[in-house]
């Protein structure tokens, strides 16, 4: 795999990971500069089970650059040039390209089972058992995870609301603040999992759990509150 310098849309920081000579192995900062151009809806259409395992695969030369429906043609065009690849179409073992979605809770047939908070992977969605779970819609990557687990199937996905013109991102309509947000939250969860297996870190991982919650409830509120005020 040829790592080129030809990307100018690139972070700073993984300047150096794109001039590494082919026979190096892909280090952590080659696989951060292709998860920048994965939209971090850790969807898992790729057949991987997040975006960077993805990322890190298309480093090993394991899978192709063609596999991510919601990044479609601007992730793939992203990951040709900075690997210096031909074009491919969207491979349709994965599904189609579409534009920024989001999951939305009809909280009145809600019966607070769980599942969907246990299934998002960048806890998204808030709400404690036999009570109303809502969808958190900034931080949710339309990823469709929480439809499946169901019961009632009160969750439908549809279009994510436009960002404001300053939170641009490499694709149209998805907002940059949500990617960083994404990935940052998969992560922060992935390692709260992990977390679980040590039992001695159980109680420090309930309060967190707690605090993140109630943030959580917190950025709802303020929203909500906001959206009353511009109306």
């Known amino acids: 795999m040829m790592w080129t310098g030809c990307s100018s849309s690139l972070p700073p920081i993984y300047s150096q990971a794109i001039l590494m000579p082919e026979t190096h192995l892909p280090t952590s900062a ?61 491979d349709p073992e994965c599904g189609p390209s579409h534009a920024p979605q989001q999951a ?3 909280e009145a047939e809600c019966i607070g089972c769980t599942l969907c908070i246990q299934a998002c992977p960048v806890d998204a969605i808030i709400g404690i058992a036999k009570m109303m779970h809502t969808v958190i819609e900034d931080e949710c990557t339309g990823c469709r995870l929480c439809v499946g687990p169901c019961p009632v199937a009160c969750i439908s996905i549809g279009p994510a609301e436009m960002p404001p013109s300053n939170e ?32 001695d870190s159980i109680p420090y991982d309930r309060r967190k759990m707690h605090e993140e919650i109630l943030a959580s409830v917190e950025r709802v509120r303020l929203r909500r509150s906001n959206k009353k005020l511009a109306s």
């Open 104 to 106: 939305f809770i009809v």
């Open 168 to 199: 641009s991102s490499l694709w149209p309509g998805l907002s940059s603040r949500r990617v960083l947000q994404a990935r940052e939250r998969f992560h922060n969860r992935h390692r709260r999992l992990q977390q679980r297996t040590n039992s």
């Open 30 to 90: 080659h696989v951060a500069a292709i998860d920048h151009y994965l939209p971090q809806t850790q969807c898992t259409q790729c057949g991987y089970p997040s975006c960077k395992a993805y990322a890190q695969a298309i480093a090993d030369s394991k899978t192709s650059i063609n596999r991510c429906p919601p990044g479609g043609e601007v992730t793939i065009k992203g990951l040709a040039t900075l690997l210096d690849q031909s074009l491919i179409s969207l």
